[in-house]
């Protein structure tokens, strides 16, 4: 039992590039979200699903794509990197009456 | 909307004296609150939470937290630190059942030996 994996662990884009942050979970969790987690900030909300097929806004969604297709995975996809994007993006899961399991982590910067 | 305030963003306590950090929410529905603490290079771990029922509920590591509602409160407490301790400490509130997770700015506790 993996939990909630994400790859890559860390990642250097150049402005204008594209990419796609991967998280799997294998607890069979219906709700599944992604965070970004910058100094004084605390963690804000990117984009969420509630099951397979449905998803919606967070926070700050701009900027970032998201679909999920399966229970397991929900990827997320940057379009047009932005040194503004610089930051540590966690993914987490959980279902109904638990809290959430983070994995551990994408560290991204964007030059 | 929910929104989260964590009161100190910077907590020093020596070992074994009582950690005691602070945090206020604001909601539209009863609220779900939680504690998450990180450690350096890590993602985040679930000390407590709050759903329903006793409003005083107790986490690993010997933390507990009291929910408040005239207070708008859910501190979190431990009654003796250990250098273990230090780390970052989130508070989170989500609205069910949209279940979205709104997270304060964190504090991070340094313990002194």
């Known amino acids: 039992n993996a939990g909630v994996t994400q790859t890559p662990k860390f990642q250097v884009l150049k402005t204008g590039q594209s990419m796609t942050l991967q998280c799997a979970q294998d607890m069979n969790h219906e709700y599944m979200s992604w965070y970004r987690q910058d100094p004084g900030m605390g963690l804000r909300l990117i984009h969420y699903s509630v099951g397979a097929g449905i998803t919606d806004q967070g926070e700050v969604p701009n900027g970032y794509n998201v679909s999920r297709s399966t229970t397991e995975d929900f990827p997320l996809r940057l379009l047009s990197a932005a040194p503004s994007q610089t930051s540590v993006y966690f993914c987490?899961?959980?279902?109904?009456?638990?809290?959430?399991?983070f994995g551990s982590g994408t560290r991204l910067t964007v030059v | 909307a929910q929104s989260v305030t964590q009161l100190g963003s910077h907590v020093s306590v020596s070992e074994g004296a009582l950690v005691l950090l602070r945090c206020n929410y604001s909601?539209?529905?009863?609220?779900?609150l939680f504690w998450y603490v990180q450690y350096p290079n890590q993602g985040l771990q679930l000390l407590l939470k709050y759903t329903t029922g006793a409003t005083l509920v107790k986490g690993i590591n010997g933390f507990e937290a009291e929910f408040k509602k005239s207070e708008t409160s859910f501190h979190l407490t431990k009654p003796s630190a250990h250098m273990s301790d230090a780390a970052e400490y989130f508070c989170?509130?989500?609205?069910?059942?949209?279940?979205?997770?709104?997270f304060g700015a964190g504090t991070t506790v340094t313990v002194r030996a």
């Open positions: 909601s539209s529905v009863p609220p779900y």
């Open positions: 987490a899961s959980r279902t109904q009456g638990y809290g959430y399991t």
């Open positions: 989170a509130v989500s609205d069910p059942p949209r279940d979205k997770l709104s």
